[in-house]
Nanobody
Framework: VQLQASGGGLVQDGGSLRLSCAAS????????MSWFRQAPGKEREFVAA????????YYEDSVKGRFTISRDNAKNTVFLQMNSLKPEDSAVYYCAAPPRFYFVAQTISELRSGYWGQGTQVTVSS
């Protein structure tokens, strides 16, 4: 399984970025997908998740109303649209797939046997 995250970069406070995560080596259409982030000196934390069919969306409280997770099962890709970015959103963002079909992972422990992408850096300047 390979998860390739991209789309990170440097943006000003209030700006937007769209992250992408291309998946291969798994039946993407039956896997729920998640985004996590990790800032320097902090633990990796949950950001958002989407069910296998796109009908269920889950967000960490601080990103609700600003971030939108979506997916394109025809392209084996999950997206994270990030608007109204703040300096505290600066982190390395990781996409992740759980260890079994349909399961929605929202914690690190739930992904212990799952799959992680390599991460993409997001930096928001004030």
């Amino acid at each position: 399984v390979q998860l390739q995250a991209s789309g990170g970069g440097l943006v000003q406070d209030g700006g937007s970025l769209r992250l992408s995560c291309a998946a291969s080596g798994l039946i993407f259409s039956v896997y729920s997908m998640s985004w996590f982030r990790q800032a320097p000196g902090k633990e990796r934390e949950f950001v958002a998740a989407i069910t296998w069919n796109g009908n269920g969306l889950y967000y960490e409280d601080s990103v609700k109303g600003r971030f939108t997770i979506s997916r394109d099962n025809a392209k084996n890709t999950v997206f994270l649209q990030m608007n109204s970015l703040k300096p505290e959103d600066s982190a390395v963002y990781y996409c992740a797939a759980p260890p079994r079909f349909y399961f929605v992972a929202q914690t690190i422990s739930e992904l212990r046997s799952g799959y992680w992408g390599q991460g993409t850096q997001v930096t928001v300047s004030s």
